[in-house]
């Protein structure tokens, strides 16, 4: 055991000394924060330039709303701020007659595309005149919208809004009915999104807390990428690091001292400390983040135990596959190959976790979250779900996971034990599984 | 021969790799406290027999065994004995003191600092003790990796190809330490190319080709089998060409001095009369084969032609260490 600890420690000062560990601690924060304040400072760096638009408007009876609603909009919110601070945050919409020298339709969407290409105007609007009026056609009440941007859709949207608030307007005078009463009829209902109540120490009822949409999602999203960044930092290397001591013959002179399940079970011991390493860094500063920004309640303490349970099971079962293929392959491009579907494997619960998140209480969800290769990841997703799962189920995960666990470090140590020593052409998966198999 | 003075007893053993035979039926027997030297020709089976006594590699199931210091156990990992595999085995990434602390611990080891320290001055390493191995040149990651293999003063050290790739300097340095091993009691089985190197330092000399035994004995019992069939010599003159002369089968010019393998029965006179009348014989030497020559003489490319060549050819009685 002494021996298996010797490897250990060395396995971890290998891994946690090195350069590339601080960087890929430190990247995610940096990542995740540098992006929010990207998004931040991008928020007021929009393009400010106004945008001369032509209008034709064959009802005769919109073009006067919209040029109103634009000017409205340059009241409210194309500028910000009061006296000297006042500045522009938005481009104006400036509205004008489309000037055309036909009446035909196809003519005149010639020309105005003409004239934006000719960057005199940045885009038009065509209303046909049956837009107010349509019947019972749909394709009528359509205004056609032109521009050389099609994925700039801020006017596009804007024009959308105005036409139909006034076209609504319009046609209830036309039969006499008040627009305000409308309004009133229409008023939408809101249905609140609450948590369930329960008794104070006083015994009496507490007020049901509106339930933080974003804390409930962003919680169970956040256990489950650090399950997944813990078993790709800390538990991929361990192919490169074994491969290494195969090629460079250190396994050699490591096989005269210890046996290759010793040498193999030390690497894991070694790893294993590498995550839990990454994952307490992560988790005290999550806590302080959390904390700091007075969301506290929302930190899931009751959740951390379960998290270093499946993360220390989640390294070992893909430690070990990652150690068997280093020790099986005879250079990093065969490595590679036998990598992808491991990968796939790992990143798997990616594909699903939305759904998961969702319902975390619905069948597939379950049956999902104990498959155990993916066990570690959904099971913790599912459990930061309010209001949790039942117990049996976190449980009977374990006990799949422990046993998967012990099935791949077996196998893996007889992969290991062979491979190891192998020089020449690697292994392919039929000879690995014949190792694992026969040992 | 006693068993308990053995420290490695191999009895007919072999190795096959898929359809490869690497090694076949093999025997040695490597006494306490001596330096037992491995020749032949690469892929042989040197390595793989040293692996085997490292427990590296099973044997074959068959007859056979190996017995490592008395024990006859197949497992690896055994802290008395020392390994250092041919070329490589170092952490590229590590400080040199660093690995040895690690090999030093592997092996048990709890009282090594000062034993890291002395190593490293002994090999004039001092200076470069916090430098990572992959700073190091060839000859130096090579000397770090023998203090790896002895750090833990194991009682027989395995060293395979030790001097390769090594300068006379550091050459002397590492075969001083092999010496004050065996002073100090450890027994050392070394393989080599240098076959001036195993006939100065082995007590035993051991050649494997393809896979068999063909040479086994104190370097003195291997030269007797072949008798006095050498003839060293030194000629100075323009008519000189001795593999003109009757009874001279072989020539091996080494510059200067050239040795001449002679026929069973040739006379020595007659010999010497006719170098003399090519030229000014400056040296004429009768001499045992050297162990260069008898090693070209069973693997060589005229090997082929003497089917004898592979005949095993093993002194019955080796003399004692």
């Known amino acids: ?439 | 021969m006693n068993n308990t003075t053995n420290v490695v007893e191999i009895q007919s053993i072999s190795k096959t790799f898929r359809k490869h035979v690497a090694v076949d039926d093999l025997s040695l027997s490597v006494p306490k406290g001596s330096i037992y030297g491995f020749i032949g020709p690469n892929g042989s089976g040197k390595t793989t027999t040293l692996r085997m006594i490292m427990r590296i590699y099973h044997p074959d199931s068959g007859g056979g065994h190996i017995r490592v210091l008395g024990k006859e156990s197949f497992q690896a990992a055994n802290d008395r004995i020392g390994y250092l595999p041919e070329e490589r085995g170092l952490y590229k990434k590590m400080k040199v003191r660093d690995i040895l602390r690690f090999y030093a611990e592997l092996k048990g080891r709890r009282d090594f600092k000062e034993t890291v320290g002395n190593w490293l001055q002994r090999m004039n390493l001092s200076d470069c003790a916090n430098n990572k191995v992959e700073t190091l040149s060839k000859g130096m990651a090579q000397k770090v990796q023998f203090i790896a293999a002895v750090i833990a003063e194991p009682e027989l050290v395995i060293l395979d190809e030790p001097f390769t790739g090594l300068d006379p300097v550091n050459a002397d340095v590492l075969r001083e330490a092999v010496l004050d091993l065996r002073r100090r009691g450890s027994t050392v089985i070394f393989s080599t190319h240098d076959m001036s190197v195993a006939e100065k330092m082995c007590d035993f000399i051991f050649m494997i080709f393809k896979g068999r035994k063909v040479l086994d004995g104190t370097l003195e019992s291997i030269q007797h089998k072949y008798g006095e069939d050498t003839v060293r010599v030194s000629v100075e003159g323009n008519g000189y060409s001795p593999h003109t002369i009757s009874g001279v089968e072989r020539v091996t010019d080494f510059g200067h001095v050239q040795e001449l393998r002679i026929a069973p029965g040739t006379d020595t006179q007659d010999l010497l009369g006719a170098l003399m009348r090519q030229g000014n014989v400056m040296h004429f030497e009768l001499a045992h084969p050297s162990l260069h020559d008898i090693f070209v003489r069973i693997a060589g490319p005229e090997a082929d032609k003497d089917a004898a060549g592979l005949e095993t050819l093993t002194a019955e009685e080796p003399a004692d260490a």
């Open chain 1, 1 to 439: 055991m002494r021996k298996v600890i010797v490897i250990a420690v060395r396995e971890y000062q290998a891994a946690v000394k090195t350069k590339a560990f601080i960087i890929s601690i430190l990247a995610m924060p940096v990542f995740m924060g540098g992006s929010i304040a990207v998004q931040a400072l991008m928020r007021d760096k929009v393009d400010t330039t106004d945008k001369r638009i032509a209008v034709l408007d064959q009802t005769g009876r919109l073009y006067d709303l919209i040029v109103e609603a634009s000017l409205k909009r340059d009241q409210t919110i194309v500028f910000k701020g009061e006296g000297a601070e006042r500045k522009k945050v938005k481009p104006r919409y400036l509205i004008e007659k489309a000037s055309v020298s036909s009446d035909d339709r196809e003519r005149i969407t010639f020309e105005l595309s003409e004239q934006v290409r000719n960057a005199e105007i940045f885009a038009f609007a065509i209303m046909g005149p049956d837009v107010i009026e349509p019947g019972d056609d749909p394709l009528r009440a359509r205004v056609a919208y032109h521009s050389n941007t099609p994925t700039y859709d801020n006017f596009q949207n804007w024009l959308e809004r105005v036409i139909n608030r006034h076209t609504h307007e319009l046609r209830f005078q036309a039969v006499n009915v008040e627009p305000a009463v409308v309004a009133q009829a229409i008023r939408p209902v809101q249905v609140a999104n609450l948590g369930l109540v329960s008794l104070d120490e006083e015994g009496r009822i507490t007020k049901a807390e509106e339930t933080n949409r974003i804390a409930n999602f962003l919680i169970p999203m956040g256990m489950m990428m650090l399950m997944f960044m813990v078993v790709l930092v800390a538990a991929s290397p361990l192919m490169q690091s074994v491969l290494e001591e195969k090629m460079q013959r250190i396994a050699e002179v490591l096989l005269g001292s210890i046996t290759p399940f010793q040498l193999m079970m030390g690497k894991l011991l070694g790893i294993v400390g590498v995550s839990l390493t990454m994952a307490t860094i992560y988790l005290v500063g999550a806590f302080y983040a959390i904390h700091e920004t007075g969301f506290g309640q929302f930190f899931p303490k009751h959740l951390v135990w379960w998290f270093v349970v499946f993360q220390v099971m989640a390294v070992l079962l893909y430690g070990s596959v990652f150690a068997a293929i280093g020790a099986a392959v005879s250079d990093m491009k065969e490595a590679q190959n036998l990598m992808t579907p491991v990968m796939l494997v790992v990143i798997a619960p990616m594909f699903v976790w939305l759904n998961v998140v969702k319902e975390p209480l619905s069948t597939s969800s379950m049956v999902m979250s104990l498959i155990p290769p993916a066990t570690p990841m959904l099971m913790i997703l599912r459990q930061a779900v309010p209001p949790g799962i039942p117990i049996w189920q976190t449980l009977l995960g374990i006990v799949l996971v422990i046993a998967t666990t012990i099935v791949c470090v077996f196998a893996a140590g007889r992969i290991f034990r062979v491979g190891i020593l192998m020089q020449g052409k690697g292994a392919n998966l039929g000879e690995m599984i014949r190792w694992a198999i026969r040992g």
